[in-house]
């Protein structure tokens, strides 16, 4: 289980990025992951308080605020992320909606697939704006939800992933594999 960004990098499975109050957020790239994530911080009480986030529609990572202490910018962020980072991007849609609920309220049925949970208990909804900021974050390139200086921004777009990542890795002389893993599935073009 990964409690801060201290822990060894463990984290460099999972889709993450740092808030800009350095609180690191965590989200499974697939349903295996999700399911991971969520058994992980459920089975824990200390972990009660924590916040997750899901698209309203499926498709999308659980998202994990690593930190029971947060703002509302941290919140936004980790919302933005998590919409980003969803089945919208790909639909090329210009913005989806989040639902903010903590761990206690997550629940399993027997009966649900591999990564697919409910959720009991008041949800709140964040509408979101499909647009990241690709920069360094702890010497790895990280799409974020906030522009940074030297930041790229970009939005869902028409150029593929691959012939996007191609550009980006001779503009920015970074790896085209670093920018792959970096980017939501999907179409791209910069804002």
């Known amino acids: 289980m990964i409690k801060s960004k201290k822990a060894n990098n463990e984290y460099g499975k999972y ?12 989200g499974g790239k697939n349903a ?3 399911e ?11 972990f009660s308080k924590y916040v997750f986030m899901h ?4 498709g999308s990572p659980f998202s994990i605020i690593l930190s029971d202490k947060y703002n509302e910018k941290d919140l936004g962020e980790t919302a933005i992320f998590t ?8 639909e090329r849609k210009k913005s989806v909606m989040v639902d903010v609920f903590l761990v206690e309220q997550i629940i399993k049925n027997k009966n649900m697939k591999t990564g697919t949970f409910g959720v009991v208990g008041k949800i709140d909804r964040k509408p979101v704006s499909l647009k990241l900021y690709l920069t360094k974050q702890n010497n790895k ?4 939800p906030f522009a940074k200086k030297d930041s790229v921004c970009i939005i869902p777009g028409k150029i593929s992933k691959e012939k996007f990542a191609e ?3 001779v503009k920015l002389d970074i790896p085209m594999e670093e920018i792959l893993n970096a980017l939501p599935t999907g179409g791209f073009q910069t804002c």
């Open 15 to 26: 889709k993450w990025f740092l808030t800009s109050s350095d609180k690191l957020v965590i």
């Open 32 to 34: 295996e992951q999700n």
């Open 36 to 46: 991971e994530l969520v058994k992980n911080y459920k089975d824990d009480k200390k």
């Open 55 to 58: 698209t309203k529609t499926p």
């Open 83 to 90: 919409g980003c980072f969803s089945r919208a991007w790909r």
């Open 141 to 144: 390139l990280r799409a974020v």
């Open 167 to 169: 550009q980006l890795s």
